[in-house]
């Protein structure tokens, strides 16, 4: 097994261990070499589909929401996207783990990577702060699926920042009892010109 290991931040090699542990899975489909762009239906972007959350409350504006696609920055070029379609319905405010939808998040560098969707179970926005979780419903990362992961965002116009609950293990696969809307501060920058990430503010009644 070969690790892609960044040499300049300690944040690279975490997310990139994502990456390494997905390349055993990804070595045994060899001449299936899928980058994110030649994914097509099960391209990270593919987020807001005709199942997004949003049709279970047309017409009416969620209480809470985190939508949007953008990459990271990268000195290395890896490829890492994140998509969101999450919303809490205005009949569910008082209770962020009714939220719906689904988010993807994929990593590639160098024709080798991995890719995952989650199902949301909770979304909590302060602000421009979104903290979203999920659990692991389709991927290509061995050991993955079934699992919960979290992601943080904070929607700063063109200068938007993430994080995600592996921050601190390395791996998505090592956080197996995860609880719902955790996540690491939004430590990553969202690469210019890629796309934009949007959160609409939660306003509980306290």
């Known amino acids: 097994m070969r690790y892609v290991r960044s040499k300049r931040l300690r944040a690279v090699a975490l997310s990139a261990a994502l990456l ?37 409350d047309r017409g009416q504006r969620p209480a ?27 009949k569910h405010n008082d209770d962020p783990r009714q939220a719906t939808g689904t988010f993807r998040f994929s990593h590639y560098l160098g024709g080798e990577g991995a890719w995952a969707e989650a199902d949301v179970d909770c979304l909590v926005t302060g602000g421009k702060v979104a903290v979203v979780s999920g659990v692991i419903t389709d991927t290509d990362l061995p050991g993955a699926k ?9 929607d700063q116009g063109r200068n938007d920042r993430l994080g995600y609950s592996w921050a601190g293990t390395g791996s998505p696969v ?20 890629t796309g934009d990430f949007r959160v609409q503010p939660w306003q509980p009644e306290l």
């Open 20 to 56: 390494a542990t997905a390349t055993a899975g990804t070595a045994a489909a060899a001449g299936d070499a899928r980058t994110d762009d030649d994914r097509g239906g099960r391209n990270v972007q593919g987020a807001g589909s005709a199942d997004s959350a949003a049709s279970a």
């Open 64 to 90: 809470a929401s985190l939508t949007g696609t953008a990459k990271l920055t990268r000195s290395l070029g890896d490829d890492i996207t994140f998509s969101f379609d999450a919303r809490l319905a205005a």
């Open 146 to 154: 079934g699992l919960r992961v979290g992601v943080t965002v904070h």
């Open 174 to 193: 090592e956080d197996e009892d995860l609880a719902p809307c955790v996540s690491s501060a939004p430590f990553e920058k969202v690469k210019r010109g």
